[in-house]
Protein backbone atom coordinates (compact mmCIF):
# COMPACT_ATOMS: atom_id res chain seq x y z
CA UNK A 1 0.00 0.00 0.00
CA UNK A 2 2.50 2.56 0.77
CA UNK A 3 4.44 1.45 -2.09
CA UNK A 4 1.55 3.02 -4.31
CA UNK A 5 1.42 6.07 -2.75
CA UNK A 6 5.28 6.93 -2.96
CA UNK A 7 4.99 6.14 -6.57
CA UNK A 8 1.63 8.22 -6.91
CA UNK A 9 3.71 11.12 -5.06
CA UNK A 10 7.09 10.81 -6.22
CA UNK A 11 5.18 11.16 -9.75
CA UNK A 12 3.58 13.69 -8.65
CA UNK A 13 6.86 15.49 -7.83
CA UNK A 14 8.91 14.99 -11.26
CA UNK A 15 7.33 18.57 -12.67
CA UNK A 16 9.45 20.04 -9.57
CA UNK A 17 12.50 18.39 -9.75
CA UNK A 18 14.60 21.55 -10.36
CA UNK A 19 13.79 22.48 -6.68
CA UNK A 20 13.77 19.00 -5.21
CA UNK A 21 17.30 17.52 -3.55
CA UNK A 22 19.13 15.10 -5.60
CA UNK A 23 17.28 12.18 -3.59
CA UNK A 24 13.41 12.17 -2.36
CA UNK A 25 12.48 9.31 -0.93
CA UNK A 26 9.42 7.82 0.96
CA UNK A 27 7.02 10.63 1.33
CA UNK A 28 4.50 9.68 3.60
CA UNK A 29 1.33 9.49 3.06
CA UNK A 30 -0.92 11.56 4.65
CA UNK A 31 -1.34 15.22 4.99
CA UNK A 32 -1.59 16.03 8.41
CA UNK A 33 2.02 17.22 8.71
CA UNK A 34 1.94 17.53 12.72
CA UNK A 35 0.18 14.40 14.05
CA UNK A 36 2.06 10.93 14.78
CA UNK A 37 -1.30 9.35 14.71
CA UNK A 38 -4.22 10.39 12.99
CA UNK A 39 -7.03 7.75 12.99
CA UNK A 40 -6.92 3.81 12.17
CA UNK A 41 -5.03 2.95 9.06
CA UNK A 42 -6.96 1.80 6.36
CA UNK A 43 -6.07 -1.08 3.41
CA UNK A 44 -4.25 -4.28 3.92
CA UNK A 45 -3.38 -2.68 7.13
CA UNK A 46 -6.67 -2.00 8.63
CA UNK A 47 -7.35 -2.55 12.24
CA UNK A 48 -9.41 -5.24 12.53
CA UNK A 49 -11.65 -6.18 15.50
CA UNK A 50 -9.90 -8.21 17.70
CA UNK A 51 -6.15 -8.03 15.84
CA UNK A 52 -3.24 -7.34 17.78
CA UNK A 53 0.20 -6.53 17.40
CA UNK A 54 2.85 -9.56 17.77
CA UNK A 55 3.86 -8.93 21.20
CA UNK A 56 7.61 -9.87 21.02
CA UNK A 57 8.22 -7.09 17.96
CA UNK A 58 6.24 -4.64 19.67
CA UNK A 59 8.63 -4.95 22.16
CA UNK A 60 11.65 -4.57 19.95
CA UNK A 61 9.80 -1.86 18.52
CA UNK A 62 10.13 -0.08 22.30
CA UNK A 63 13.73 -0.72 22.08
CA UNK A 64 14.25 0.37 18.56
CA UNK A 65 12.64 3.22 19.84
CA UNK A 66 14.31 3.82 22.91
CA UNK A 67 17.73 3.50 21.12
CA UNK A 68 16.49 6.56 18.73
CA UNK A 69 15.30 8.97 21.96
CA UNK A 70 12.03 8.65 21.34
CA UNK A 71 10.98 7.34 24.72
CA UNK A 72 7.76 8.14 24.85
CA UNK A 73 7.08 5.54 22.20
CA UNK A 74 7.00 3.03 24.89
CA UNK A 75 3.61 4.62 26.14
CA UNK A 76 1.77 3.55 23.04
CA UNK A 77 -0.55 0.56 24.27
CA UNK A 78 -0.68 -0.97 20.85
CA UNK A 79 2.08 0.16 17.70
CA UNK A 80 0.65 -1.07 14.86
CA UNK A 81 -3.12 0.43 15.89
CA UNK A 82 -3.45 3.68 15.14
CA UNK A 83 -1.57 5.39 12.71
CA UNK A 84 1.62 6.07 13.47
CA UNK A 85 4.45 7.57 10.38
CA UNK A 86 7.13 5.75 10.14
CA UNK A 87 5.77 2.53 11.61
CA UNK A 88 3.91 0.10 9.28
CA UNK A 89 2.14 -3.27 9.87
CA UNK A 90 0.57 -5.72 7.94
CA UNK A 91 -1.73 -8.57 9.19
CA UNK A 92 -1.24 -11.85 8.99
CA UNK A 93 -4.13 -14.52 7.75
CA UNK A 94 -4.58 -15.20 11.71
CA UNK A 95 -5.21 -11.27 12.18
CA UNK A 96 -1.56 -11.03 13.93
CA UNK A 97 -0.06 -7.68 12.76
CA UNK A 98 3.79 -7.64 11.90
CA UNK A 99 6.30 -4.67 11.65
CA UNK A 100 7.09 -4.59 7.97
CA UNK A 101 8.93 -1.09 7.58
CA UNK A 102 10.48 1.58 10.36
CA UNK A 103 11.53 4.90 9.33
CA UNK A 104 13.46 7.74 11.28
CA UNK A 105 14.41 11.10 10.41
CA UNK A 106 13.44 14.33 9.76
CA UNK A 107 13.58 14.48 5.66
CA UNK A 108 11.84 17.04 5.36
CA UNK A 109 9.29 19.78 6.81
CA UNK A 110 6.49 17.57 5.83
CA UNK A 111 8.08 14.09 6.91
CA UNK A 112 6.47 13.02 10.36
CA UNK A 113 8.59 10.31 11.11
CA UNK A 114 9.92 10.03 14.49
CA UNK A 115 12.95 12.08 14.31
CA UNK A 116 16.56 10.76 16.13
CA UNK A 117 18.62 12.45 19.09
CA UNK A 118 21.60 12.61 17.13
CA UNK A 119 23.84 12.99 20.22
CA UNK A 120 22.75 9.44 21.25
CA UNK A 121 21.40 7.67 19.11
CA UNK A 122 21.82 4.20 17.96
CA UNK A 123 20.52 1.04 15.99
CA UNK A 124 19.12 -1.06 18.45
CA UNK A 125 19.82 -5.22 18.25
CA UNK A 126 16.03 -5.80 18.62
CA UNK A 127 16.09 -5.46 15.14
CA UNK A 128 16.87 -8.73 14.60
CA UNK A 129 13.69 -9.66 16.41
CA UNK A 130 11.61 -7.86 13.74
CA UNK A 131 11.29 -11.62 11.29
CA UNK A 132 9.00 -9.40 8.43
CA UNK A 133 10.80 -6.21 8.31
CA UNK A 134 11.17 -5.32 4.60
CA UNK A 135 12.15 -1.86 5.05
CA UNK A 136 14.86 0.09 7.24
CA UNK A 137 15.07 3.98 6.86
CA UNK A 138 17.48 5.85 8.96
CA UNK A 139 18.37 9.50 7.68
CA UNK A 140 20.73 11.83 9.93
CA UNK A 141 20.69 9.63 12.98
CA UNK A 142 24.12 8.93 14.34
CA UNK A 143 25.78 12.36 13.62
CA UNK A 144 27.09 13.09 16.58
CA UNK A 145 27.53 9.70 18.02
CA UNK A 146 29.27 8.24 15.20
CA UNK A 147 29.12 4.53 15.09
CA UNK A 148 29.72 1.67 12.71
CA UNK A 149 27.04 -0.06 10.68
CA UNK A 150 25.79 -2.83 12.70
CA UNK A 151 26.71 -6.34 11.49
CA UNK A 152 23.83 -7.66 12.83
CA UNK A 153 21.85 -6.57 10.53
CA UNK A 154 23.11 -9.11 8.14
CA UNK A 155 20.15 -11.24 10.18
CA UNK A 156 17.25 -9.80 8.09
CA UNK A 157 18.43 -11.45 5.36
CA UNK A 158 15.20 -13.92 5.09
CA UNK A 159 13.12 -10.13 4.85
CA UNK A 160 15.08 -7.19 4.14
CA UNK A 161 14.20 -5.78 1.06
CA UNK A 162 15.53 -2.54 1.49
CA UNK A 163 17.92 -0.47 3.71
CA UNK A 164 18.89 2.86 3.25
CA UNK A 165 21.30 4.62 5.67
CA UNK A 166 21.89 7.70 4.66
CA UNK A 167 23.80 10.73 6.34
CA UNK A 168 23.95 9.04 9.51
CA UNK A 169 27.67 9.88 10.17
CA UNK A 170 28.40 5.91 10.21
CA UNK A 171 32.23 4.97 10.44
CA UNK A 172 34.34 2.18 9.95
CA UNK A 173 33.77 -0.45 7.02
CA UNK A 174 30.65 -1.84 5.15
CA UNK A 175 30.12 -4.64 7.12
CA UNK A 176 30.38 -8.52 5.17
CA UNK A 177 27.22 -9.40 6.74
CA UNK A 178 25.59 -7.10 4.32
CA UNK A 179 25.92 -9.82 2.12
CA UNK A 180 23.36 -12.52 3.77
CA UNK A 181 20.88 -10.20 2.89
CA UNK A 182 19.70 -11.96 -0.36
CA UNK A 183 16.36 -10.55 -0.73
CA UNK A 184 17.97 -6.45 -0.62
CA UNK A 185 16.36 -4.94 -3.39
CA UNK A 186 17.97 -1.01 -2.22
CA UNK A 187 21.21 -0.91 -0.74
CA UNK A 188 21.60 2.84 0.26
CA UNK A 189 24.57 4.02 2.11
CA UNK A 190 24.76 7.42 0.71
CA UNK A 191 27.04 10.25 2.29
CA UNK A 192 28.50 8.19 5.55
CA UNK A 193 32.08 8.16 6.65
CA UNK A 194 32.28 4.41 6.05
CA UNK A 195 35.92 3.10 4.84
CA UNK A 196 37.92 0.29 3.78
CA UNK A 197 36.64 -1.46 0.52
CA UNK A 198 33.38 -2.63 -0.48
CA UNK A 199 32.70 -5.88 0.87
CA UNK A 200 32.71 -8.86 -2.29
CA UNK A 201 29.83 -9.94 -0.28
CA UNK A 202 28.00 -7.67 -1.85
CA UNK A 203 28.06 -9.58 -5.49
CA UNK A 204 25.93 -11.84 -3.79
CA UNK A 205 23.04 -9.59 -3.55
CA UNK A 206 21.81 -10.59 -7.37
CA UNK A 207 18.48 -9.07 -6.33
CA UNK A 208 19.69 -5.47 -6.33
CA UNK A 209 17.97 -2.88 -7.88
CA UNK A 210 19.91 0.04 -6.60
CA UNK A 211 22.92 0.19 -4.97
CA UNK A 212 24.26 3.42 -3.51
CA UNK A 213 27.53 3.72 -1.68
CA UNK A 214 28.15 7.77 -2.98
CA UNK A 215 29.72 9.92 -0.72
CA UNK A 216 32.08 7.62 1.48
CA UNK A 217 35.84 7.11 1.63
CA UNK A 218 35.70 3.55 0.01
CA UNK A 219 38.81 2.54 -1.22
CA UNK A 220 40.18 -0.45 -3.54
CA UNK A 221 38.83 -1.56 -6.74
CA UNK A 222 34.98 -2.33 -7.15
CA UNK A 223 34.86 -5.90 -7.22
CA UNK A 224 33.05 -7.75 -9.91
CA UNK A 225 29.22 -6.63 -10.61
CA UNK A 226 26.75 -9.32 -11.69
CA UNK A 227 22.96 -7.41 -10.61
CA UNK A 228 21.10 -8.18 -13.69
CA UNK A 229 18.11 -5.89 -12.05
CA UNK A 230 20.10 -3.11 -11.13
CA UNK A 231 18.86 0.07 -12.48
CA UNK A 232 21.29 2.55 -10.75
CA UNK A 233 24.71 2.17 -9.67
CA UNK A 234 26.08 4.98 -8.00
CA UNK A 235 29.57 4.87 -6.42
CA UNK A 236 30.36 8.28 -6.91
CA UNK A 237 32.44 10.60 -4.74
CA UNK A 238 34.47 8.07 -2.86
CA UNK A 239 38.55 6.80 -3.17
CA UNK A 240 38.08 3.90 -5.61
CA UNK A 241 40.95 2.83 -7.92
CA UNK A 242 41.59 0.23 -10.25
CA UNK A 243 39.38 0.32 -13.52
CA UNK A 244 35.67 -0.45 -13.89
CA UNK A 245 35.16 -4.40 -14.39
CA UNK A 246 33.82 -5.61 -17.08
CA UNK A 247 31.17 -7.66 -15.50
CA UNK A 248 29.29 -4.22 -15.71
CA UNK A 249 28.24 -6.08 -19.01
CA UNK A 250 26.06 -8.38 -17.52
CA UNK A 251 24.37 -5.57 -15.24
CA UNK A 252 21.94 -5.12 -18.57
CA UNK A 253 19.04 -3.26 -16.20
CA UNK A 254 21.45 -0.47 -15.34
CA UNK A 255 19.77 2.95 -16.01
CA UNK A 256 22.30 5.50 -14.73
CA UNK A 257 26.27 4.55 -13.48
CA UNK A 258 27.69 7.08 -11.93
CA UNK A 259 31.10 6.37 -11.17
CA UNK A 260 32.66 10.27 -10.97
CA UNK A 261 35.01 11.68 -8.38
CA UNK A 262 37.24 8.60 -7.62
CA UNK A 263 40.50 7.67 -8.87
CA UNK A 264 39.72 4.98 -11.24
CA UNK A 265 41.60 4.29 -14.14
CA UNK A 266 42.11 2.42 -17.67
CA UNK A 267 39.15 2.59 -20.54
CA UNK A 268 35.71 2.36 -20.58
CA UNK A 269 35.63 -1.44 -21.21
CA UNK A 270 33.77 -2.71 -24.55
CA UNK A 271 30.79 -4.72 -22.66
CA UNK A 272 29.12 -1.40 -21.96
CA UNK A 273 28.03 -1.33 -25.24
CA UNK A 274 25.18 -4.20 -24.13
CA UNK A 275 23.65 -1.64 -21.27
CA UNK A 276 20.88 -0.15 -23.64
CA UNK A 277 18.81 0.91 -21.30
CA UNK A 278 21.28 3.80 -19.82
CA UNK A 279 20.44 6.74 -19.92
CA UNK A 280 23.25 8.63 -17.54
CA UNK A 281 26.55 7.67 -17.48
CA UNK A 282 28.60 9.75 -15.36
CA UNK A 283 32.84 9.03 -15.41
CA UNK A 284 33.87 12.61 -14.83
CA UNK A 285 36.73 13.45 -12.55
CA UNK A 286 39.05 10.50 -12.41
CA UNK A 287 42.16 8.84 -14.45
CA UNK A 288 40.35 7.20 -17.29
CA UNK A 289 42.07 7.03 -20.34
CA UNK A 290 40.67 6.89 -24.09
CA UNK A 291 39.62 6.25 -26.42
CA UNK A 292 36.09 5.70 -26.28
CA UNK A 293 35.42 1.74 -26.89
CA UNK A 294 33.38 1.06 -30.61
CA UNK A 295 30.45 0.06 -28.55
CA UNK A 296 29.87 3.03 -26.50
CA UNK A 297 28.32 4.05 -30.20
CA UNK A 298 25.25 2.03 -29.31
CA UNK A 299 23.97 3.57 -26.97
CA UNK A 300 20.97 4.75 -28.44
CA UNK A 301 18.80 5.64 -25.11
CA UNK A 302 22.12 7.31 -23.49
CA UNK A 303 20.84 11.01 -22.50
CA UNK A 304 23.82 12.39 -20.89
CA UNK A 305 27.81 11.32 -20.85
CA UNK A 306 29.66 13.43 -18.51
CA UNK A 307 33.59 12.40 -19.04
CA UNK A 308 35.15 16.18 -17.80
CA UNK A 309 37.93 15.94 -15.37
CA UNK A 310 40.03 12.72 -17.20
CA UNK A 311 43.11 14.33 -18.12
CA UNK A 312 44.48 11.55 -19.13
CA UNK A 313 42.55 10.65 -21.90
CA UNK A 314 44.19 12.45 -24.54
CA UNK A 315 43.30 10.65 -27.38
CA UNK A 316 41.27 12.51 -30.60
CA UNK A 317 37.50 11.53 -31.06
CA UNK A 318 36.45 9.55 -34.52
CA UNK A 319 34.80 11.30 -36.71
CA UNK A 320 31.66 8.95 -36.19
CA UNK A 321 32.34 8.76 -32.75
CA UNK A 322 29.00 9.44 -31.15
CA UNK A 323 27.08 8.22 -34.30
CA UNK A 324 24.34 6.34 -32.70
CA UNK A 325 24.00 7.95 -29.59
CA UNK A 326 20.14 9.60 -30.88
CA UNK A 327 19.05 10.69 -27.30
CA UNK A 328 21.80 12.45 -26.60
CA UNK A 329 21.10 15.40 -24.64
CA UNK A 330 24.02 16.14 -22.71
CA UNK A 331 28.13 15.47 -23.53
CA UNK A 332 30.38 17.10 -21.07
CA UNK A 333 34.16 16.72 -22.23
CA UNK A 334 35.94 19.32 -20.92
CA UNK A 335 39.62 19.53 -19.45
CA UNK A 336 40.20 15.50 -20.91
CA UNK A 337 43.14 16.49 -23.22
CA UNK A 338 41.23 15.84 -26.46
CA UNK A 339 43.18 16.23 -29.72
CA UNK A 340 42.38 16.06 -33.21
CA UNK A 341 39.20 18.10 -34.58
CA UNK A 342 35.68 17.82 -33.57
CA UNK A 343 33.46 14.95 -34.80
CA UNK A 344 30.97 15.47 -37.74
CA UNK A 345 29.07 12.76 -36.03
CA UNK A 346 27.85 15.07 -33.55
CA UNK A 347 26.49 17.47 -35.93
CA UNK A 348 23.94 15.01 -36.44
CA UNK A 349 22.67 14.74 -33.01
CA UNK A 350 19.98 17.10 -33.04
CA UNK A 351 18.70 16.70 -29.46
CA UNK A 352 21.65 17.64 -27.90
CA UNK A 353 21.11 20.65 -25.63
CA UNK A 354 24.21 20.68 -23.53
CA UNK A 355 27.62 20.68 -25.21
CA UNK A 356 31.18 21.37 -23.12
CA UNK A 357 34.05 20.52 -25.16
CA UNK A 358 36.41 23.44 -23.66
CA UNK A 359 39.66 22.79 -21.98
CA UNK A 360 41.05 20.38 -24.52
CA UNK A 361 43.62 20.87 -27.32
CA UNK A 362 40.59 20.13 -30.19
CA UNK A 363 41.69 21.79 -33.82
CA UNK A 364 40.30 22.37 -37.39
CA UNK A 365 36.87 24.27 -37.44
CA UNK A 366 33.52 23.92 -36.30
CA UNK A 367 31.66 21.22 -38.00
CA UNK A 368 29.36 23.04 -40.46
CA UNK A 369 26.34 20.65 -39.33
CA UNK A 370 26.52 21.94 -36.08
CA UNK A 371 24.15 24.83 -37.64
CA UNK A 372 21.19 21.89 -37.37
CA UNK A 373 21.28 21.56 -33.78
CA UNK A 374 18.39 23.45 -33.15
CA UNK A 375 18.21 22.41 -29.48
CA UNK A 376 21.13 23.67 -28.48
CA UNK A 377 21.20 25.85 -25.52
CA UNK A 378 24.92 25.97 -23.77
CA UNK A 379 27.95 25.41 -25.77
CA UNK A 380 31.41 25.35 -24.29
CA UNK A 381 34.50 25.34 -27.09
CA UNK A 382 36.46 27.78 -25.21
CA UNK A 383 39.97 26.98 -24.56
CA UNK A 384 40.95 24.75 -27.67
CA UNK A 385 42.86 25.49 -30.73
CA UNK A 386 39.94 25.81 -33.07
CA UNK A 387 39.77 27.96 -36.46
CA UNK A 388 38.12 29.45 -38.91
CA UNK A 389 34.60 30.85 -39.11
CA UNK A 390 31.55 29.63 -36.56
CA UNK A 391 28.43 27.92 -38.70
CA UNK A 392 25.95 29.02 -36.17
CA UNK A 393 22.80 31.01 -37.72
CA UNK A 394 21.80 34.06 -35.98
CA UNK A 395 18.93 32.69 -34.00
CA UNK A 396 21.15 30.10 -32.11
CA UNK A 397 23.92 32.76 -31.66
CA UNK A 398 21.44 35.15 -29.91
CA UNK A 399 19.27 32.02 -28.21
CA UNK A 400 22.76 30.94 -26.33
CA UNK A 401 24.04 34.31 -25.46
CA UNK A 402 26.37 34.28 -22.78
CA UNK A 403 26.20 30.18 -22.79
CA UNK A 404 28.32 30.32 -26.41
CA UNK A 405 31.62 30.16 -24.73
CA UNK A 406 34.18 30.61 -27.47
CA UNK A 407 37.29 32.43 -26.22
CA UNK A 408 40.50 31.62 -26.22
CA UNK A 409 40.95 29.69 -29.21
CA UNK A 410 43.70 29.75 -32.11
CA UNK A 411 41.61 31.70 -34.79
CA UNK A 412 37.38 31.45 -34.82
CA UNK A 413 35.99 34.34 -36.33
CA UNK A 414 32.06 35.26 -37.23
CA UNK A 415 30.86 36.00 -41.10
CA UNK A 416 28.60 38.75 -41.67
CA UNK A 417 24.80 38.47 -40.28
CA UNK A 418 25.70 35.81 -37.98
CA UNK A 419 24.35 37.38 -35.11
CA UNK A 420 27.99 38.10 -33.34
CA UNK A 421 27.67 41.85 -34.65
CA UNK A 422 27.79 44.54 -32.00
CA UNK A 423 30.39 42.73 -29.60
CA UNK A 424 29.81 46.15 -27.37
CA UNK A 425 26.59 45.09 -26.42
CA UNK A 426 26.44 44.79 -23.07
CA UNK A 427 24.84 41.28 -22.20
CA UNK A 428 26.78 39.80 -24.80
CA UNK A 429 30.56 38.93 -25.74
CA UNK A 430 31.30 36.48 -27.98
CA UNK A 431 35.32 37.22 -27.74
CA UNK A 432 35.86 36.45 -31.25
CA UNK A 433 36.16 38.92 -34.49
CA UNK A 434 34.70 38.99 -37.82
CA UNK A 435 36.39 36.98 -40.75
CA UNK A 436 37.08 39.74 -42.40
CA UNK A 437 37.41 42.52 -40.45
CA UNK A 438 36.40 46.01 -42.22
CA UNK A 439 39.24 48.10 -43.13
CA UNK A 440 40.54 51.16 -40.41
CA UNK A 441 38.93 49.00 -37.65
CA UNK A 442 40.74 50.70 -34.96
CA UNK A 443 37.62 51.39 -33.08
CA UNK A 444 36.48 47.90 -33.26
CA UNK A 445 40.00 46.66 -32.20
CA UNK A 446 39.22 48.32 -29.33
CA UNK A 447 36.01 47.51 -28.30
CA UNK A 448 37.29 43.90 -29.21
CA UNK A 449 40.36 43.82 -26.43
CA UNK A 450 37.98 45.68 -23.98
CA UNK A 451 35.55 43.00 -23.96
CA UNK A 452 37.94 40.16 -24.05
CA UNK A 453 39.47 41.78 -20.80
CA UNK A 454 35.94 41.93 -19.08
CA UNK A 455 35.19 38.43 -20.56
CA UNK A 456 38.60 37.73 -19.04
CA UNK A 457 37.90 39.49 -15.53
CA UNK A 458 33.87 37.41 -15.10
CA UNK A 459 35.30 34.22 -15.95
CA UNK A 460 36.91 32.90 -13.14
CA UNK A 461 33.87 34.14 -10.55
CA UNK A 462 31.48 32.21 -12.71
CA UNK A 463 33.38 29.21 -13.17
CA UNK A 464 33.19 28.31 -9.51
CA UNK A 465 29.73 28.59 -9.52
CA UNK A 466 27.56 25.16 -10.71
CA UNK A 467 27.44 25.01 -14.69
CA UNK A 468 24.41 24.95 -16.22
CA UNK A 469 25.33 21.55 -17.57
CA UNK A 470 25.97 20.64 -13.88
CA UNK A 471 23.03 21.51 -13.06
CA UNK A 472 20.93 20.13 -15.63
CA UNK A 473 23.01 16.85 -14.97
CA UNK A 474 22.39 17.27 -11.34
CA UNK A 475 18.25 17.34 -12.75
CA UNK A 476 18.64 14.66 -14.80
CA UNK A 477 20.27 12.56 -11.91
CA UNK A 478 17.37 13.10 -9.53
CA UNK A 479 15.41 12.25 -12.20
CA UNK A 480 16.72 8.79 -12.51
CA UNK A 481 16.64 8.60 -8.90
CA UNK A 482 13.10 8.98 -8.53
CA UNK A 483 12.33 7.54 -11.90
CA UNK A 484 13.58 4.03 -10.39
CA UNK A 485 12.06 4.38 -7.28
CA UNK A 486 8.98 4.22 -9.12
CA UNK A 487 10.37 1.18 -10.83
CA UNK A 488 12.05 -0.46 -7.25
CA UNK A 489 8.93 0.83 -4.69
C1 LIG B 1 -3.84 16.60 12.48
O1 LIG B 1 -3.78 15.87 13.68
C2 LIG B 1 -4.14 16.62 14.83
C3 LIG B 1 -3.90 15.75 16.07
O2 LIG B 1 -4.41 14.47 15.90
C4 LIG B 1 -5.61 17.05 14.70
O3 LIG B 1 -6.00 17.81 15.83
C5 LIG B 1 -5.75 17.88 13.45
O4 LIG B 1 -7.11 18.19 13.25
C6 LIG B 1 -5.23 17.11 12.22
N1 LIG B 1 -5.22 17.99 11.08
C7 LIG B 1 -5.67 17.61 9.90
C8 LIG B 1 -5.55 18.61 8.79
O5 LIG B 1 -6.11 16.49 9.68
C1 LIG C 1 26.27 -13.82 7.63
O1 LIG C 1 27.48 -13.72 6.94
C2 LIG C 1 28.61 -14.16 7.63
C3 LIG C 1 29.84 -13.80 6.82
O2 LIG C 1 29.56 -13.54 5.48
C4 LIG C 1 28.46 -15.63 7.90
O3 LIG C 1 29.61 -16.16 8.56
C5 LIG C 1 27.23 -15.83 8.77
O4 LIG C 1 26.99 -17.20 8.97
C6 LIG C 1 26.00 -15.20 8.17
N1 LIG C 1 24.96 -15.11 9.19
C7 LIG C 1 23.69 -15.34 8.96
C8 LIG C 1 22.76 -15.16 10.11
O5 LIG C 1 23.27 -15.64 7.86
C1 LIG D 1 38.74 3.56 8.89
O1 LIG D 1 38.63 4.68 9.74
C2 LIG D 1 38.96 4.41 11.10
C3 LIG D 1 38.72 5.68 11.86
O2 LIG D 1 37.40 6.06 11.75
C4 LIG D 1 40.40 3.95 11.20
O3 LIG D 1 40.70 3.64 12.53
C5 LIG D 1 40.60 2.72 10.33
O4 LIG D 1 41.95 2.35 10.33
C6 LIG D 1 40.15 3.01 8.91
N1 LIG D 1 40.23 1.79 8.13
C7 LIG D 1 40.70 1.75 6.89
C8 LIG D 1 40.69 0.42 6.22
O5 LIG D 1 41.11 2.74 6.32
C1 LIG E 1 45.21 18.81 -35.41
O1 LIG E 1 46.10 18.23 -34.48
C2 LIG E 1 46.61 16.96 -34.89
C3 LIG E 1 47.47 16.46 -33.77
O2 LIG E 1 46.82 16.52 -32.56
C4 LIG E 1 47.37 17.09 -36.19
O3 LIG E 1 47.82 15.82 -36.60
C5 LIG E 1 46.48 17.71 -37.24
O4 LIG E 1 47.21 17.95 -38.42
C6 LIG E 1 45.87 19.01 -36.74
N1 LIG E 1 44.90 19.46 -37.72
C7 LIG E 1 44.80 20.74 -38.06
C8 LIG E 1 43.72 21.06 -39.05
O5 LIG E 1 45.51 21.59 -37.62
C1 LIG F 1 37.45 28.33 -7.16
O1 LIG F 1 37.71 27.06 -6.63
C2 LIG F 1 39.11 26.85 -6.37
C3 LIG F 1 39.28 25.40 -5.95
O2 LIG F 1 38.17 24.90 -5.25
C4 LIG F 1 39.56 27.85 -5.31
O3 LIG F 1 40.93 27.64 -5.04
C5 LIG F 1 39.32 29.24 -5.79
O4 LIG F 1 39.65 30.18 -4.79
C6 LIG F 1 37.87 29.42 -6.19
N1 LIG F 1 37.68 30.72 -6.81
C7 LIG F 1 36.68 31.53 -6.50
C8 LIG F 1 36.63 32.81 -7.25
O5 LIG F 1 35.84 31.25 -5.65
Not at 103 to 113: E, I, K, Q, R, Y
Not at 294 to 303: A, H, V
Request: charged share 15%; with cysteine.
Amino acid sequence: MASFFYTTLTLLFLPLLPLTKPYTVLIPDSGNQSALIDGPQTGLSMNKIGARTDGREQEAVYDIMRATGNDWATDIPDICRGRWHGIECMPDKDNVYHIVSLSFGALSDDTAFPTCDPTRSYISKSITKLPHIRTLFFYRCFSYNPQPIPSFLGQLGPSLQTLILRENGHVGPIPIELGNLTRLKVLDLHRNNLNGSIPFQLSGLTGLRSLDLSGNKLTGSIPSLSFPSLSVLDLSQNLLSGSIPSTIGSCDSLIKLDLSRNRLVGSIPETIGTLKELILVDLSYNRFSGPFPMSIRSLNSLQALILKGNPLWAKALASDEFDGMKSLMILVLSNMNLQGSIPESLGRLINLRVVYLDGNHLNGSIPINFKNLKNLGELKLNDNHLTGPVPFSRDMVWKMRRKLKLQDNSGLCYGVDSGFEGGSEESFDSAISPCNPPLAGSTKTTVHHLSTTLDAMTLPSTENKSSGADRQASCLQTAFVMFVLCLIL
